[in-house]
């Protein structure tokens, strides 16, 4: 997809009230955004949706919402002090900073787009004849391209786990990567950078504590851990889901809402047996996979991604990234983080963090399954997926936001046919009746046409018209925002209607 592409859903979210700059009227705080009439429900549907599946749906998994401030000691004891750390390299001449590791993955990603364009070619050239399995592994120019990959990627994983600057510049350099604003290879030293934010505790400079805005909502879980498995009686396997706001310092913070510096997480902390990891690992992986299908997009917009480097905590680690604007990025991640935190809590706090299994007298301190993923990244995925440029009929173009229907910020639009002869009230009525089970707008500006226009735009699932006929019969119509169909119902079948198009069943328990 192009940066044209990118640009126009950018434009769109802000021109139709889901996520504007923050600040703007100060010219904007970088990589900071607020979330605008729309936007917010749309989040708060994203956000419930994956609580219900993670909490509701559970009976071994409760919820918290731990506070952002919590005793210094956790992130010494976490490992952020000493290694929440990204590489940074500078270009001399523009002064502009980078991560080196995303230089040096958007490297990669080049070359395979390289492929790609070889595979378009053939597939263009051949149709249904071309065998692309033999093609990839005959045809020379791809198999250079391959072998530039599997170097880079086998040289870049070696020194991520090495923690080796030096190599990274190496890798940088021998790509011959250009800084994107000067267009030089004039690069700094790679550097490590914190990214953990730093404040103050207390009234005066003395007296002060430096507290850290939390990097990850998890350690709040892991400080909750011993209370909630004793008032809540949990018996392992159980977890702990939470959703809440974490803050970063990115080193570069750009593509819009993917990467910010206050961005919201939802994280769950699964509490299991050492030992038993590895089963609960592929559990988990299968089951977000699912969660990510229910809602309906193409499967061919997510795929696993296994982690090059470790995190310090992991023992596996896999992303599943989403097929974004701008390339296939990690959207969630899936990670086996041992008995790291609790353990480190344990020897820090010096409190006993140990549970004790009655079934064969053992005791242990819990080994962690994660899953974790950023709201404002599901927003984007969804958000960026949904929009269509739809060639109707009629040969006029209609822009709309194909959300499922079970995310929609409104779920239904009553609109008058004409702003008069008793339409308007009969209209209120219906509004008031649904308006609490059901977010419901009510719009009589402009001819009905341009209103449904109005509700494609913004990804209303369906829009209720009331006309003269309506006040001789009861019946209205309801038109679908996708197949744009009308149907004519009876106004008391409107309720049913909405209950049984938008049950959460259909969708959450729709796994394939
Ligand atoms: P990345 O490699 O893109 O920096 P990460 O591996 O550091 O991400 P995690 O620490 O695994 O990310 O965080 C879990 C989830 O939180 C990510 O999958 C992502 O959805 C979200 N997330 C992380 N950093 C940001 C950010 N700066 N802005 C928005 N969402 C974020």
């Known amino acids: 997809m192009s940066d044209e592409i990118f640009k126009k859903i950018v434009s769109h979210a802000k021109e139709y009230g889901f996520v504007f700059q923050s600040s703007e009227i100060y010219d904007g705080l970088s990589a900071v955004y607020d979330y605008a009439q729309n936007g917010v429900l749309l989040k708060n549907n994203i956000k419930d949706y994956w609580w219900k599946s993670m909490v509701q749906l559970n009976d071994n998994i409760v919820g918290i919402d731990s506070a952002i401030f919590s005793h210094p000691t956790t992130w010494k004891a ?228 296994d982690h090059e480097k470790l995190a310090h905590y992991a023992d596996a680690a896999c992303d599943i990234e989403f097929n974004f604007p701008f390339g296939f990025k990690e959207l969630e991640g899936i990670h086996s983080r041992t008995d790291f935190d609790l353990g480190n809590h344990e020897k820090f706090s010096t409190k006993q963090i140990k549970y004790f299994d009655p079934s064969d007298n053992s005791k242990f301190t819990p080994y962690v399954l994660e899953t974790s993923i950023g709201v404002d990244r599901m927003f984007l995925a969804i958000f960026s997926s949904s929009l269509k440029y739809e060639k109707l009929d009629d040969g006029t173009e209609r822009t709309v936001l194909k959300i499922p229907y079970i995310l929609s910020p409104h779920k239904v639009a009553i609109l008058p046919l004409v702003k008069k002869d008793g339409l308007p009230e009969y209209c209120r009525k219906i509004k008031d009746k649904l308006k609490l089970k059901f977010s419901t707008v009510y719009d009589e500006k402009d001819a009905i046409g341009r209103r449904y226009r109005r509700q494609d735009a913004i990804g209303t699932p369906f829009c209720v018209t009331i006309d003269h006929q309506t006040i001789d019969d009861d019946t209205v119509t309801i038109r679908d925002r996708d197949s744009m169909k009308q149907d004519r119902i009876h106004v008391k079948e409107i309720h049913s209607f909405l209950d049984s198009s938008l049950d959460i069943n259909n969708w959450l328990l729709n796994s394939d």
């Open 78 to 305: 976490s490992g952020h002090v000493d290694a929440f750390n990204d590489p940074m390299i500078d270009n001399k001449d523009s002064k502009k900073r980078y991560r080196a590791d995303n230089l040096i993955e958007d490297y990669i990603q080049k070359v395979e787009g390289k492929i790609n364009k070889e595979k378009k070619k053939q597939h263009k050239r051949f149709g249904e004849n071309f065998d692309e399995k033999t093609f990839l592994l005959t045809n020379p120019k791809v198999l250079k391209y391959q072998k530039e990959i599997d170097l880079v990627n086998k040289r870049f994983s070696e020194a991520l786990n090495k923690d080796n600057l030096e190599e990274l510049k190496n890798i940088i350099e021998d790509c011959g990567i250009v800084c994107s604003i000067s267009g030089t290879k004039n690069w700094t030293d790679v550097k490590q950078f914190n990214l953990m934010f730093k404040t103050q505790l207390g009234s005066t400079e003395s007296n002060s504590t430096d507290l850290f805005l939390r990097p990850e909502t998890a350690q709040g879980i892991f400080l909750n851990y011993l209370n909630v498995q004793k008032t809540g009686r949990m018996k392992i396997p159980f977890g702990i889901a939470q959703i809440g706001k974490a803050f970063r310092n990115e080193i570069v913070a750009r593509q819009f809402i993917f990467r910010m510096r206050e961005f919201e997480q939802m994280e769950m902390q699964f509490f299991i047996k050492p030992g038993t990891q590895m089963k609960w690992y592929e559990y988990w992986k299968k089951i977000r996979l699912n969660w990510h299908l229910s809602l309906g997009l193409d499967k061919s917009n997510y795929r696993f991604h």
